[in-house]
């Protein structure tokens, strides 16, 4: 499958799942924006058999090529990012993974045996990334617990494989054309932004600027029953120039860091 069409399917069920993101994208088209995406980023385990090298592949087969990675040491993430060889507005891929060995042997189970009920054929059919939960009913006690060590290991317990968020690319809007005018527009529509450390992340001189709405609650079926958890959200990014004039294509750890709190559990 060619990069286009992989990432339609996964926008379809990232707004058909989460109707909180596509009111976002559809507010600012009425507005006359034409909406270009600058990244598109997912969270899995470091189990080989759902590792970034195992998620990057559709990607690397249809064009893309490795570009950066990330450690995250706070958050024991490791991640790496990916760009298209040939076509500058094709979306940067972001692939995140929980380093679960510096987790207690509970969360280690819990991620083991989560991997090990995925159905052999969805491992290999190249279809993983928007295959969403494929180990049955979450349970809603294990959740509770996994957020008190990780509020990502219990995000990626419940959602499973999807996009976790686009990314709106802020150079291309016309009248939100910084990352403020985006956050005063969104909370003026009643969105509620990811404040961790700020709703700005990064800066002008660090060549690129980042926030984010946070996620929808989202009602689930869990085995206890159904409960409103967080879903995806919905980024925006605006990247300068370096010294050399072309604009900056990497990100900054420091700033996803705190863009990952987007989907912490909240009470509405």
């Excluded at 189990?47 to 090298?53: A, F, K, R, T, V």
């Excluded at 989560?114 to 295959?131: F, M, Q, R, T």
């Excluded at 969105?191 to 992340?201: K, S, T, V, Y």
Aim: aromatic content about 14%; some cysteine.
């Amino acid at each position: 499958m060619k990069y286009p069409e992989i990432f339609k399917k996964l926008w379809d069920v990232y707004t058909s799942q989460n109707p909180t993101v596509k009111k976002v994208h559809d507010l600012l088209s009425t507005e006359g924006e034409t909406i270009i995406n600058d990244h598109i980023a997912f969270r899995t385990f470091d189990h080989p058999q759902i590792s970034i090298e195992v998620l990057s592949k559709p990607f690397l087969s249809s064009g893309y090529v490795h570009k950066g990675d990330y450690s995250f040491t706070e958050k024991k993430l490791f991640a790496s990012h990916f760009e298209h060889k040939d076509d500058v507005l094709a979306p940067r891929v972001f692939i995140s993974q929980l380093i679960t060995s510096h987790f207690s042997a509970y969360l280690q189970t819990v991620a083991n045996d989560w991997v090990c009920n995925i159905p052999e054929d969805k491992l290999a059919s190249g279809e993983l990334i928007y295959s969403g939960n494929l180990t049955g009913l979450p349970s809603f006690r294990i959740f509770e617990k996994l957020r008190k060590e990780s509020e990502y290991a219990a995000w990626l317990y419940v959602n499973g494989f999807c996009a976790n968020h686009f990314t709106v690319s802020v150079n291309y809007l016309k009248k939100y054309d910084t990352v403020e005018k985006v956050n005063t527009f969104l909370k003026h529509h009643g969105f509620a932004m990811n404040d961790a450390g700020g709703e700005i992340q990064g800066s002008h001189g660090e060549l690129l600027e980042q926030s984010s709405i946070r996620a929808g609650m989202v009602k689930t079926e869990f085995s206890e029953g159904i409960y409103e958890v967080p879903g995806c959200y919905y980024e925006f990014a605006k990247r300068y120039p370096g010294e050399d004039g072309s604009l900056y294509n990497g990100f900054i750890a420091k700033s996803a860091d705190k863009i990952f709190q987007s989907t912490d559990y909240y009470n509405k």
